[in-house]
């Protein structure tokens, strides 16, 4: 075998293996990011389990629940209701949240009644769960590790 190639398969031996650990290293980083998000959403999910039982309304549920036709007949005609009356919404005056709305509206429609509060309280802890993951994905993309 001639001796010049020799020379440039021995010169691409570092570069594979520089390859090698990146994709390793990568490898490794995702693996701990999912590590880190498992654990993550698991303590938050513990922690507030107990909120599932809970079962006081107080505050402003009155508007958003007791007192609101929109959110105990759940109909695509509400769902425009929420998103179109930006200006003067008919549901919590001065209040536009259609994305808050709508999902009372849903949770209502899976059975969630002032007496059955765990269909709210389920949305709540998955979206407390889901935003929880999410900045930790941020911070795992902002700083580039765990």
Not at 43 to 54: D, F, K, Q
Not at 59 to 64: F, K, R, V
Request: charged residues 20%; contains cysteine; proline residues 6%.
């Amino acid at each position: 075998m001639p001796r010049k190639l020799q020379r440039d398969r021995r010169d691409h031996k570092p570069a594979e293996k520089a390859d090698s650990k990146r994709n390793s290293n990568r490898s490794w980083q995702i693996a701990s990011l999912i590590i880190a998000l498992a654990i993550v959403c698991i303590i938050i999910t513990v922690t507030h389990w107990p909120a599932l039982s809970a079962q006081v309304m107080s505050l402003d549920d009155n508007g958003y629940l007791k007192d609101n036709p929109l959110v105990q007949n759940p109909s695509w005609s509400s769902v425009k209701r929420f998103i179109t009356e930006v200006f003067e919404p008919s549901s919590i005056p001065g209040a536009y949240i259609p994305l808050t709305m709508i999902s009372q509206t849903l949770d209502y429609a899976m059975g969630g009644r002032q007496d059955n509060l765990m269909p709210f309280h389920r949305t709540s802890l998955i979206l407390h769960v889901a935003n929880t993951a999410l900045v930790v994905m941020l911070l795992y993309q902002l700083f580039g590790s765990i």
